[in-house]
Structures are given as structure tokens and as C-alpha cells.
């Protein structure tokens, strides 16, 4: 199967499960809010362009927005979040590292902590930017940041449960 067929089979999964059972899990006191579609973002190819992260990112956002009727809300943080994934990738990723070696991020290629690090990072960024465009405040601050700090913690057991039970085939690549 193609990578691009592979990548929009993931998205479209992504907001179906979203959209049709995460979201229709009541939020425990307005508080908690648990999101992984964003993760299709995280799990594009190393080589993906910053446009074409950027692109998919808005695209992946979109999708939601469509669906909950929210235009933008969703689109501005997965931006944000494909915007920052190629600096944290060279950041928790010595060069000529992981990207040499394998097509996309996972436990595999990055090895536990570079890779739950690089999921906590992007994860905690876009529910901040999230839930700040949601209130389009700061007042409140204890709120704001208990509601992004749970949110996070329950998306991140949700996509470290997702990572458990779907591994996905790493490729290695070679250089012949």
C-alpha cells in the first residue's frame, strides 16, 4: 500500500474515532477532554515537507472543525503542532539518527523516552492552544491549566494504549 493511501487511511480513522466515540464521551466535569487525531500528524514520514506537514495539519484540523461545527478551532493547533514537529525531531534526534534509518516516528525508530518526550511535547502544545481558543482568555488560569495538564495526561495514556496494541511496521531504510 502506498504511503500516501496508508496516511489518509489514518486520517479519516482518526476523525471517525474521534469524532463518533471520543467525542461522545461526556467530559468528566468539563474537565477532561481526550483527542488523538492529531496524532495522524505525528505519525507522518520524517521526509514530509514543513509545507506539506503544515498543509496536512490544517487538513486534519479542517476535518474535525467540519464535523463539530467549530471553524478553525481545531485547524489553529494542528498547524501549530506541524509547524513545530520538524525542530523537535532534530532536537531529540542526533543527526544522522532515526530519520536515516526509518520512514516515521515511533517507539521503534526513536527509541521510549525521545519518542513519549516527542508526543508530550506536541501533545501538551496543542491542547494549550486548543483550550486557549476555546476560552479566548486567561482568566481563569488555575482552570486553563488543570483542564490542558488532564486533557493531556488522558490523551497521552489513550495514544501510548494505541501505540501498544496497533504497532505499526517500521521500515528500515537502507542506502544501497
Known sequence: MSDLLK?????????????FILNQIPPIHQFVNPYIYFLFIL???FGTG????????FLCGLCLDY???????????????AYFRPFLINILVPQQGAEMNY???SIKSLG?????????VLTLMHHACLFLLEALQFGGVIYFLGKMLA???????????LELL??????????T
Not at 514543513?50 to 495539519?57: D, E, F, I, K, N
Not at 464535523?67 to 503542532?81: E, N, R, S, W, Y
Not at 521510549?112 to 508530550?120: G, K
Not at 486533557?151 to 494504549?161: E, P, Q, R
Open 151 to 161: 486533557s493531556t495526561v488522558i490523551s497521552m495514556v489513550l495514544i501510548i494504549i
Open 43 to 45: 505519525w507522518l514520514p
Open 103 to 105: 520512514k516515521e516516528p
Open 7 to 19: 496516511n489518509i487511511g489514518r486520517l479519516v480513522l482518526f476523525i471517525l474515532v474521534q469524532v
Open 112 to 120: 521510549p523516552a525521545p519518542y513519549l518526550t516527542y508526543v508530550f
Open 50 to 57: 514543513r509545507v506539506t506537514l503544515m498543509a496536512a495539519g
Open 67 to 81: 464535523f463539530t461545527k467549530t471553524p478553525g478551532l481545531h485547524a489553529a493547533p494542528c498547524v501549530l503542532i
Open 166 to 175: 496497533f504497532p505499526r511496521k517500521q521500515k528500515f531504510i537502507t542506502n
